[in-house]
């Protein structure tokens, strides 16, 4: 949609250790990027940084941008564009308005938003969402899809949903927050307590008796046999995140009705966490869901099951699709780009409204 736009977006990936600032024109990157130590004890010196950070990436561009936007952590105003008390940046307390701030210095409207919403909104706009619809289009299958549902597995479990091309931000900007739903396994605890690094870690210490600080990669390193532990823990490790993850997307499917995509660091393990998602989900949803990840799962999918019906009164056929289907697929851009272009395409949509 916005592959071929000229207009130019400064960015910002932001963390707590690091912030990375750069620029996309036409959902590419087109700026070498910036990167500068986070500060997180001063509120002064961070909106200095990031002032700084902008600066020295709008100097390398040849035309003046359009806007800046951007991912940052919550919990957030994102419309006002104000930034409330975050555990990682202890000197955010009481809200602090940096939308507006960057507002004032440079003279462009600013967006802010949090990376599940970017991400989900990329991978509808640029990534997974448009690259089924491609499929489905060589196949000759007449379906297309306009919903997506991104999920996030990481340090949290984040949500984005558009609908129809629409970011999902609800009336207080809480569209899309799985991580609160309810946990199937461990009913006193949300559900990000099964879906995140440390809900993976603190499963295959339990399983497996294993005391080691293994990370999540190590834990995946065992699944996959190259790495000395319980193989079978490991495996159900994942295979237990994505138990809870399924519960929680089979509820937002049934509003919602669109593809899933999956992001975040976690995914790299999605051979262990879509089938456990796939098999808990489809007792419970109208329709079929499919493994996208697999060849012999994106074939069934695309496959047309569509039926003609005859009109009584005039004779003539009309198409009926039998078939209720949806897939979950890995991202198609990567995470972080994901949440770079969608950060980008959000501000033109916004701009163009």
Sequence with gaps: MYEQDNRTVLTLDAGGTNLVFSA???CREIARPVRMKSVTDDVGRCLDTLVEGFRAVEATLDERP???SFAFPGPADYAAGIIGDLPNFPCFRDGVAMGPYLEDVFGLPVFINNDGNLFAYGEALAGTLPAINKALEDAGNPMRYRNLVGLTFGTGFGCGVVIDGRLLTGDNG???DVWLMRNISHPELIAEEGVSIRAVK??????SGDDRPLSPKDVFDIAEGLLKGDRQAAVDSFAEMG?????AAAHVLDIVDGLVVLGGGLSGASKYII???VRSMNPWLEMEIYDLTLPEGMERFLMDGSAKVRVASSGRDVIYRKEKKTGIA???LGTENAVSIGAYTFALARLDS
């Design 330 to 332: 890995v991202t198609a």
């Design 174 to 176: 809480c569209g899309g």
């Design 243 to 247: 138990r809870v993850a399924a519960d």
């Design 24 to 26: 996309m024109r036409g």
């Design 66 to 68: 359009v806007a800046i």
């Design 275 to 277: 089938p456990e998602m």
């Design 202 to 207: 603190r499963e295959y210490r339990e399983r």
